[in-house]
Nanobody
Framework: QVQLVESGGGLVQAGGSLRLSCAAS????????VAWFRQAPGKEREFVAKITWSGGSIYYTNYADSVKGRFTVSRDNAKNTVYLQMNSLKPEDTAVYYC??????????????????WGQGTQVTVSS
């Protein structure tokens, strides 16, 4: 069992930056894919970014088109933590951001239903 705890959300002006953290306990992330999703009021939970560690210094990342070039996902295996660096934030980035992990790397990583473990979420609000 893996427990995930997000932190780092807050209120920021458009154009600003935030860094979210997702700390795991109970088991290491290891090579499990870890993703960030977000959910705005009245909308479905949507994929933001994913990172998979293949061992050594090899990482694979994927991003939603809406955040590509602005957000960067990374992980520190020693700290068992995944990060989401968010730059050039826009009001439409306002949402609750969730960290998620899964036990395998098959299927569609962009679908929330493919993930086995979820954090409680952290609110990000971007003012115009």
């Amino acid at each position: 069992q893996v427990q995930l705890v997000e932190s780092g959300g807050g209120l920021v002006q458009a154009g600003g930056s935030l860094r979210l953290s997702c700390a795991a306990s109970g088991r290491t992330f290891g090579t499990y894919p870890v993703a960030w999703f977000r959910q705005a009021p009245g909308k479905e939970r949507e994929f933001v970014a994913k990172i998979t560690w293949s061992g050594g210094s090899i990482y694979y990342t994927n991003y939603a088109d809406s955040v590509k070039g602005r957000f960067t996902v990374s992980r520190d295996n020693a700290k068992n933590t995944v990060y989401l660096q968010m730059n050039s934030l826009k009001p439409e980035d306002t949402a609750v951001y969730y960290c998620a992990a899964r036990n395998s790397d098959g299927g569609s990583f962009r679908q929330a239903g493919q993930y086995d473990y979820w954090g409680q979420g952290t609110q990000v609000t971007v003012s115009s």
